[in-house]
């Protein structure tokens, strides 16, 4: 159990910068998942704290010691690999004690723990079996139960359940949690699934072509998205997004659709006429008798909902979630629920928070510094 | 072994085969089978014509305390090439799986020396230990270590043990570089967060992942060294001085060809032959069990 904090962390691999600055500090016990688009840092990133790459620039500390310099061996960190790295030449037994045995444990101590270890994963009857005898989900909690054993300072995982079925990842999420909750390890989780982004962590940070975009609780990610792209990226179906501009004295947005939508909750500021981006989540948007005319092109029954893709005038594409099956027609008229709206500044793509409120998002991470 | 073409009739299948078999029939078959009859002959005093003797030269090989040894003396010969082949080979191999700078052009010059004919890396070894023209040859004999293979029994065999194993180090060492690469980079990576490092990781988790490759080079470097080892030891040291280098392939040779012996030279290679059929199905044997596992 440790405390993790990371300070300007950069990486670049020749030419290409892969990570620029990172910092963050994760609490005792705490798990930071990390979510962000194929390609844009996540494993770079996990790496870099477990030691396999060495950062450009910046410090990693581990319990306040700075470990940026020490070889993997020394920092005491354990990872779940994605397609589980498991030693193909061991007995489950074995791979689970090889860390042990390193680290000079006896053998009593050693059986002891990988017992227990079995015993909390299920895996009791398969110790000595070899990996390759072993189903996905198997190899899955052998490959956790070698990261639990060595009792480590650290827990890494990079998309552990991303090579399981959606029924046993349910499931392996769900014991994910427990454990991690009830070992107490400080863990850093990386993920491109919506539902582990929003489930797992104590904390979501968001990562975007290696910049931190937003870093906070998962609820606040998505009820407050600090930019388009978070507010795309968080969220399935994503956000639609509707140009608008700035009207009665920041008090509403004048969508390039038609209608003015007056912000619920307060002005926002800036001269009349500033280019606004609105975001609105699909199921926000509702079926109504009157409203914006929408030309359906497609619709998705998903049992308990339906989803309706279409094009507003103009050509702007939008998509509604809509409770129970969908109307036929070729149009459908659609209400925005303005209390459910998102504004974004449009050149930057940053949230617009009303004016007095601005301080209120202390937890967004200098993502803008560009600005 | 999904996708067989069907040839229909029986005219075309056997026409497609022909050349095989005929090449097999010539070049494999008849010298064989010539050799099996010959080995259960021998020449009559006068050098007039053949005598059947049945399994007398067999016999007579058996009994015979230098054939014995020289049986001695080959499997001492191809276990020390091919551990001295297969060691260097795999150091290689570790040092050039590292990202090190040039190392494409580190990798070609290391499997150049398979390229290289028999003769030519004796010649080259010549170059370098003969006592009198050779660089390493030379400087041993003025700094007083007397070096001399033409004399010396066991400087003879050692030097061609390294000539011997220098020839197949390329060969094993695209193997092991392959074998290498295939280990999955998350499994050591596993390892290193395991706290592994070094000799223990390499020994641990390296070596054991190879094992497949090594007992496939293993057979491969004994048969090489027992049979396709002949070109260089003979253009060395003829198997002299005295048997210090005889090997049975080169035994079989100087008894045949040099001495005149047939029968009894036959006998040997069919002895040989044997060796080669055995091992050539344990060989299979083990590396089709391994791909249908
Ligand atoms: N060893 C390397 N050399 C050069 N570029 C690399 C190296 N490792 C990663 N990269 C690059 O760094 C970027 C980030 O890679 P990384 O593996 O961290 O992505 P990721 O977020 O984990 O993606 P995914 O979700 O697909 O796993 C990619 O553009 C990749 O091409
Ligand atoms: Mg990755």
Known sequence: ?371 | MDRRTIFGGQLLPALLVLPQLVLTLFFFYWPAAEAVWSSMTTTDPFGQGSVFVGLENFAELFSDPLYLQAILRTVGFCLAVSVLAMAVALLLAVFADREIRGRAIYRTLLIWPYAVAPALSAVLFLFLLNPQVGLIGRWLNRHGIPWDYHLDGGQALLMVVLASAWKQVSYNFIFYLAGLQSIPRAVVEAARMDGARGWRRFRTITLPLLAPTTFFLLVVNLVYAAFDTFGTIYAITKGGPGQATETLVIKVYRDGMINQDIGGSSAQSVVLMLGVIVVTAVQFRFMGRRTSA
């Open chain 1, 1 to 371: 159990m440790a405390t993790l904090e990371l300070q300007g962390l950069r990486k670049s691999f020749g030419e290409t910068e892969v990570l620029r600055r990172i910092d963050l500090t994760l609490a005792d016990g705490e798990m930071l998942v990390i979510v962000g688009a194929s390609g844009c840092g996540k494993s770079t990133l996990l790496r870099l704290v477990a030691g396999l790459e060495s950062p450009t620039e910046g410090r990693i500390l581990l319990d306040g010691t700075d470990v940026a310099a020490r070889d993997p061996a020394e920092r005491d960190i354990a990872m779940v690999f994605q397609n589980y790295a498991l030693y193909p030449h061991m007995t489950v037994f074995d791979n689970m004690a090889y860390g042990l045995r390193i680290r000079g444990l006896s053998r009593d101590a050693i059986r002891q723990r990988v017992d227990e270890a079995a015993g909390l994963l299920g895996l009791g009857e398969l110790l000595q079996r070899k990996p390759r005898q072993l189903s996905g989900g198997q190899r899955q909690r052998v490959a956790m139960g070698r990261a639990i054993v060595r009792e480590p300072k650290l827990f890494l995982f990079d998309e552990p359940l991303s090579n399981l079925d959606a029924k046993l990842r349910v499931q392996m999420r769900a014991e994910i949690r427990r454990l991690q909750r009830r070992l107490g390890v400080t863990s850093l989780y990386v993920t491109h699934d919506q539902v582990e982004a929003m489930t797992l962590g104590d904390r979501l940070l968001v990562l975007h072509n290696g910049h931190p975009a937003q870093l906070a609780t998962p609820i606040e990610v998505f009820e407050q998205p600090a930019d388009t792209y978070v507010a795309g990226f968080i969220g399935a179906p994503a956000m639609n997004f509707l140009d608008a501009t700035l009207t009665e004295s920041g008090r509403a947005a004048r969508l390039a659709v038609g209608p003015v939508l007056r912000f619920p909750d307060g002005p926002r500021p800036g001269p009349e006429g500033r280019r606004l981006t609105i975001g609105i989540r699909p199921e926000h948007l509702a079926l109504a008798a009157q409203g914006l005319p929408l030309a359906v092109e497609l619709v998705e029954p998903l049992g308990s909902e339906s989803l309706i893709h279409g094009h507003l005038q103009g050509g702007v594409p939008l998509v509604v979630k809509h409770p129970g099956h969908a109307p036929g027609g070729e149009t459908v008229q659609v209400a925005l629920l303005p209390e459910h709206m998102h504004v974004f500044d449009h050149e930057t793509g940053r949230r617009l928070p009303p004016i007095g409120a601005e301080t209120g998002a202390p937890r967004l991470v200098a993502a803008g510094s560009d600005q």
